[in-house]
C-alpha cells in the first residue's frame, strides 16, 4: 500500500474530495498541512498562521480543508499530508525534551547530593524564629504597654514572677532571676531544667504567661527596642547555620542584619576567625566540624559587640584551651562594664568565672549569688558540691510537702523553713522593686516596629540568592518541576486512548469493494480503534470476556437499505434499522466510551461527505453543532485542565518559599513558554493578565505554605498535611473535572477553594481572550486576593498564639 511521504504532498488545487479519496484506506498517521491568512484560518478555528495538525484522522479534517477550498481564497496555498513519521517526530520532540529536562534536574541533584556526601544536615538556618524575630523586630510581643522596674540601669535582666508552659507541662514557675549589669551570669542546671526556655523567653522569641521580663531596660520585644536585635548576641543551643554558607557569609549575613558596614563585619570577622580558631573563612558550613560549628555560632552572637550576650551551651565541644579563652574573653569584656552576660553550661565548675550563678531545678531558681557565696553557705568546696546539697535539701523539702495531707499544691511548692522556692537562697543586686512603671511607646515607634526594615529584607533576600547559588540542583529542580508537570499533564492526560479493540460483525452480502459497511469502517480511525472481524457469537463473547471494548454490527441488507435510505422520501423502519450501524459498548471506561462514540460519529460524518459531496448536508444529523462562540470544535481535555493545572503545580511547588520571587518569575516564565510556544494552547487574552494571575496564585501558595509551617514543626508532618490538602484542593477545584459535575453540598466547598475561581478566571483570560471588565476574570483575581490576606493574617495569629 502506498503511504504518502511529503514529496508526494498534495498541494492546492487538488480538491480536497481528491485528496481524501487518495487517502482513503491507507493507515498511518498524517499530518496536515493548510497555510492560510490568520482571519481566514481563525474563522475555521485553526490558530496559527500556518497550521499543523497531526492526525489520524485525515477525513476529520475534509469540512474544514472543503471549506478553505470553497473560499477560493488565494491565500489558502498548500495541503499537504504526509505520513506517521512525522507526526511522531513532532510528539517526540516534546517528550525527548521532557525526558532531557528530567535528566537535567536529575544530574544536578545527583552532583549537589555527591558534593554533599559527608557533609551532617543540620536545622533549618538561624534558628527560624529568631530569624523571624530579627527581622520584625520582635512582633510577637507587642504589648505596647508594659511593667519595667523603676531603676532599669543598674541591671541587664530582671525576671519577675515568670511563668511558662507548653501546653499542660510547666517548665517556668514564678521564676525570680536578677542578671546585674556589667556581670557575667552562669545560669546552672540539670538538663530539662527550663533554662533554654528561660532564654528564649528573655531574648523574646517565647512569650511568657505570667509575670515580667526586663532586658536592658525594656520589655523584650518591645516596640523601638532592639532585643531581639542589635543590641543583643544570641547563641542558641540548637545551632541554626545555613549548610550551603561559608563562614564569611555567615558573619556577612548577620552583619547585614545587624546593620554593619561591610569594614566593620570585615574586621570583626577577621578577628573572631582568628580568636576562635575557626577554618579558613571560605570553608562551607556543612564541612565542618560538630565544635568548628558552634564556634561559628558563637562568632555570629558575639559579631556586633553586642550589650548583652545570651549563649547557651555555648563551650559544648569546645576543647578546654579554647573553652578557657571564651571565658577569658568574657571576663574581658564585661570589665568594661557596658557588656553584660548570661552563659548557661553543663561543666558547672567553669561557671566559677562567672560573677553570679543561678542554680535552676524544675523551673524555678534555687540559689542565685556569686559562686564564692553558695559555696560557702553550704559548706562546699566545689560549685558542683553546693550544687548538689542544694538539690538534695529540695528533695527532701518536696518528700515532706507531698507527705503533708494538709497542704496545698501551692505550699508543696515552699521549703520546710518557709522559705518560697521561687526566690532564690541568695540574692544579689537591687532588691524586688513592686512598683513598676509603665512603658510606653508613641505610635511612629509603633509603627516602625511593626513594618519589616529595607535592611533586613535585603539581607534575607542576598541570603536566599546566595543558598540558590550553593544548590543548584535544587534550584535547577525548582526551575523545572512546574515544567515537567505541565508537560506531563499535557503528554499524558486528555490525549484519545490508542489501539482499543473493537470486535466488528460485517453480515452486509454487498461486495467488500463496494459496500458502504467496508466504506465506513475506513474512515474509522485506526490507531485508535483496532477492527477485529468476527462472527456475532465470538464477538460478544470476546466483550464478555473484556478482550474487545465494543461491537459494530452491520446487517445482511446494510448497503442496500442504507441506499435506500438516502435516495428514498419515505422507508420503512426495518429500512431504517436495517440501514443503521448496531453498537453495543463496554462502558465501564467511560473516557473510551466515549471516544469509540466521537470515533464513529466522525467516521460516518466523513463517509457521507464522501459518498454525497456536495449533497452530504441531507444525511446530516438533525442537530447541528455551528462553530464555537469560544475555543473551538476541537478542543480537548488537556485544553481544559491546564489553566487549573498551572496555577496546581506553582502551588504546590512554592508552597515553602517565601522569599524566592525570583524562583517563581523563572518558573512563571518557562511555563508560559512550554505551555504556550511547545503545547501550543491557545491564549486569546493579555499575557500580563495570565502572569498576574499565576504569581497571584505563587503567592497563595507561598502564604498556605507559611501556615502550614507554622502550624506544624516537624518537615516531615508538614509535607503530609501538604500533600494531603493537596489532592483534595486538585479534585474539588475544578481543575480536573468541571466543578458543575460535583454534588452538592461539596460543590459549594468547591467554590470556597483558592483555585477555583482562579482557573475559571485564566481560562476565561486565555480562551475567551476576556479582560478585567469581566465578572468571571475578576473574581478570580479578588478571591485569589482574599486568600492571601487570609493565609497571612492566619499564619500570623498561629505564630503569635505558638510563641
Ligand atoms: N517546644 C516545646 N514543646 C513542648 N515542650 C518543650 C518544648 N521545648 C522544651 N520543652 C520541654 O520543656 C522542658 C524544658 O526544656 P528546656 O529546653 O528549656 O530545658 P534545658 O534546661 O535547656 O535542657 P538542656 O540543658 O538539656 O538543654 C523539657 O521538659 C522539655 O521537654
Redesign the pocket.
Known sequence: MHVPTFAHSYVLPHSPIEVCQKCSGQTGNFTVIVSSTATLLKKYALYDHSWVKITNDLPKYVPVIRKLWNSRSPSVTLLAVAPLWRSLLHRSSSLLLLLFLLLLAAAAMAAEASGRKDATITGPAYSTEMLEQLVTEGNMKKDVEASVPAAPDSFAIRCRDVCRS??K?K?LTNLNLTVPQGHIYGLL????????????CIVGTLKISRGHITVLGKPPAFPGHEVPGKMVGYMP?ELALYNEFTISDTLTFFGRIHGLTSKETQARMNFLIDFLHLPQKNSLVRNLSGGQRRRVSLGAALLQNPELLIL??PTVGVDPVLRAKIWQHLVEIVKTGRVSVII?T?YIEEARQANVVGL?RN?YLLAEGPPDAVMKQHSATTLEHAFLQLCESSDQNSTQESNSESETLEKSQTFANGRDESQPILAVGPPPVEDVPKCTADWKTRGRHILPKGRNIGALVIKTMVRMKRMPGSLCFQFLLPVIQISLICLCIGGDPKGIQVAVVNNDTYPPSSSFSQSLLSFLDNSSVIQVPLPHNKAFEGVHKGEYWGVIGFGQNFTNYLTKRILQRQVSKEVIDGGSVHVWLDLTNRQIGLMLQKQLHQAFQAFVDYKMGALAYLAALPIKFEEPIYGSLDMDFTTYVTPGAVLSSMEMMLAHLFSQLFVISVQIILMLLFILLVFKMPNEGSLFLVICLIVLQGITGISFGLVISAGI?DEQSANQAALGIFYPNLILSGIIWPVECIPYPLCYLSLALPQTYASESLRCIMYRGWGMSEMMVWRGFAVTLGWNTFFLILATVILKLRS
Do not use: N, R
Not at 542546671?189 to 528564649?200: A, E, I, R, Y
Open positions: 507548653y501546653g507541662l517548665v542546671g540539670p538538663s530539662g531544667c527550663g533554662k533554654t526556655t528561660l532564654l528564649k543551643q547557651d551551651e548557661t553543663h535552676m523551673g514543626d
